[in-house]
């Protein structure tokens, strides 16, 4: 199984560009998540979705945009990206109550 | 809320124990705890539910403190492999969602 798998790993983008990081995942998990990380920071919510159909704002939502089109996949839209928005982002699942989750590798951004 | 993890950093040499400790000012379902090697993903190491249970295997287990909102994560006769950065991530009551703490740094010298 390939687990969470996010695109593009890496990205460099100029202020005021669009992009959308996508993310899927192959465990039939009910919740997917978006974080990002920045140094000393630790893992900032951006968006979560508890089930297909829903979608709720996180700690840092602002500037961003999701979208859970299936059960499989949920990708995370930057209208128009602000160097603030460099850092390397992370797509999760979790299924159950015990809500553990499984990262994917990360998307690298760099904003200009 | 974010919790709070102290220490910020540890620097260790094999075989020598390290205790993370992980505070929340929040009431708590859960907490888990990840650990995450430079470049990589953040890894699920073991969850605590409420109850005040310890758990772990081999050298690392954990506790925590409902009553306080407190868990702590311990690594005895550590090994080269536990080097990276530990995080916390807790879980309020119907909250669906963890937040993670500012993470542990820990280097572990031969």
């Known amino acids: 199984n390939a687990g969470v798998t996010q695109t593009p790993k890496f990205q460099v983008l100029k202020t005021g560009q669009s992009m959308t990081l996508q993310c899927a995942q192959d465990?039939?998990?009910?919740?997917m998540y978006w974080y990002r990380q920045d140094p000393g920071m630790g893992l900032r919510l951006i968006y979560y979705?508890?089930?297909?159909?829903?979608?709720d704002k996180g700690e840092v939502p602002n500037g961003y945009n999701v979208s859970r089109l299936n059960k499989r996949e949920f990708s995370l839209r930057l209208e128009s990206a602000a160097p603030s928005q460099t850092s390397v982002y992370f797509c999760a699942s979790s299924v159950g109550q015990k809500n553990i989750q499984y990262f994917g590798a990360g998307t690298r951004l760099s904003v200009l | 809320q974010q919790p709070v993890q102290s220490p910020q950093a540890v620097i260790l040499r094999e075989g020598e124990d390290a205790v993370i400790n992980c505070s929340s000012s929040k009431a708590l379902y859960s907490v888990h705890w990840y650990r995450q090697k430079h470049g990589e993903a953040p890894v699920f190491l073991m969850i605590?539910?409420?109850?005040?249970e310890q758990k772990g295997h081999e050298k690392i287990s954990a506790s925590f403190n409902e009553k306080k909102q407190q868990s702590s994560l311990y690594l005895t006769a550590s090994q080269l492999s536990y080097s990276g950065t530990y995080f916390c991530g807790t879980e309020g009551v119907g909250a669906q969602k963890l937040v993670f703490g500012q993470g542990t740094r820990l280097t572990i010298n031969p």
């Open positions: 465990m039939n998990h009910n919740s």
């Open positions: 605590l539910l409420k109850g005040g």
């Open positions: 979705s508890a089930s297909e159909g829903t979608t």
